[in-house]
C-alpha cells in the first residue's frame, strides 16, 4: 500500500517562481489536506478538501491556491513563491471510516531563495 | 481562540525511565484529542486518540494518555522509554466536522542510552 505520496521530495525555488505539489492518496480518503510545518510552531493547515471538486481555506492560506479535480489528488500551488514560504510541506487524508486518522506523506522540503 | 498547548519543547529522558509529555487545550468544548509522533525525515504517525469514554486511552508502541477534563489536559505517558522512542510528539484536537486539527508546536524527545 502506498498511502500518501508526495512529489517532489525537495525543491528549491528563487523569489517569484511558481510550482505545484502534488499529493496523491489510494485510500478512497474523502479529506485531504496541505499542511506546512516550521520550527517551533508545529503544523498548520493551508488547505483542505471535503470531497472531489471542494477546497476550504485553513489556518494560513495567503500565497497558495489548491485543486482537487479528482477523488485521489489534490495539489498545491504556489504562484509566486516568497522565502516566507521555505517549509516543510505535508499533505494527509482521512475519513470517517478510518475513525478521523490522519495519513500523513513523507513531505516535501521547499526552499525558496 | 482554539489552540493547543505543548508547554515542553525539549525532553530528554533516560532509556527504561518513565516518559510524561504535557498538553494542554483550549475550546469551548471538549475536543477530540490526538497524539501524533514524527521520526526525522518522516510525515507523522497517530499514537493515539481520545473522542469519549474512558478517559485513559492505550495507542501503539506502550504509550497511553489520560485525559483530564478539569485541568484541559491530555498527557501522553510510557512507562518505560526505549532509545527508538526519540522523535518529535505532537498533541492536536478537533472541534468539529470536517476534521480539521489545530496541533501543539511539537515536544522533541531525546533519550539518553
Known amino acids: 500500500n502506498a498511502g500518501v505520496t508526495q512529489t517532489p521530495k525537495f525543491r528549491v525555488l528563487k523569489t517569484g517562481q511558481s510550482m505545484t505539489l502534488l499529493c496523491a492518496q489510494d485510500?478512497?480518503?474523502?479529506?485531504m489536506y496541505w499542511y506546512r510545518q516550521d520550527p517551533g510552531m508545529g503544523l498548520r493547515l493551508i488547505h483542505y478538501?471535503?470531497?472531489?471538486?471542494?477546497?476550504a481555506k485553513g489556518e494560513v492560506p495567503d500565497g497558495y491556491n489548491v485543486s482537487r479535480l479528482k477523488k485521489q489528488n489534490f495539489l498545491l500551488g504556489l504562484e509566486s513563491a516568497a522565502p516566507s514560504q521555505t517549509s516543510v510541506y505535508f499533505c494527509?487524508?482521512?475519513?470517517?471510516?478510518?475513525?478521523?486518522?490522519?495519513?500523513f506523506g513523507s513531505g516535501t522540503q521547499l526552499s525558496v531563495l | 481562540a482554539q489552540s493547543v498547548t505543548q508547554p515542553d519543547i525539549h525532553i530528554t529522558v533516560s532509556e527504561g525511565a518513565s516518559l510524561e509529555l504535557r498538553c494542554n487545550y483550549s475550546?469551548?468544548?471538549?475536543?477530540?484529542l490526538f497524539w501524533y509522533v514524527q521520526s526525522p525525515g518522516q510525515g507523522l504517525q497517530l499514537l493515539l486518540k481520545?473522542?469519549?469514554?474512558?478517559?485513559l486511552v492505550q495507542g501503539i508502541k506502550g504509550f497511553e494518555a489520560e485525559f483530564k477534563r478539569s485541568q484541559s489536559s491530555f498527557n501522553l505517558r510510557k512507562p518505560s522509554v526505549h532509545w527508538s522512542d526519540a522523535a518529535e510528539y505532537f498533541c492536536?484536537?478537533?472541534?468539529?466536522?470536517?476534521?480539521?486539527?489545530?496541533f501543539g508546536t511539537g515536544t522533541q524527545l531525546k533519550v539518553e542510552l
Open positions: 494527509a487524508s482521512s475519513s470517517p471510516r478510518d475513525g478521523e486518522k490522519l495519513f
Open positions: 485510500m478512497n480518503h474523502e479529506y
Open positions: 478538501s471535503v470531497g472531489e471538486g471542494t477546497t
Open positions: 475550546y469551548g468544548a471538549t475536543p477530540y
Open positions: 481520545y473522542f469519549s469514554g474512558d478517559t
Open positions: 492536536a484536537a478537533e472541534a468539529g466536522g470536517g476534521n480539521k486539527l489545530t
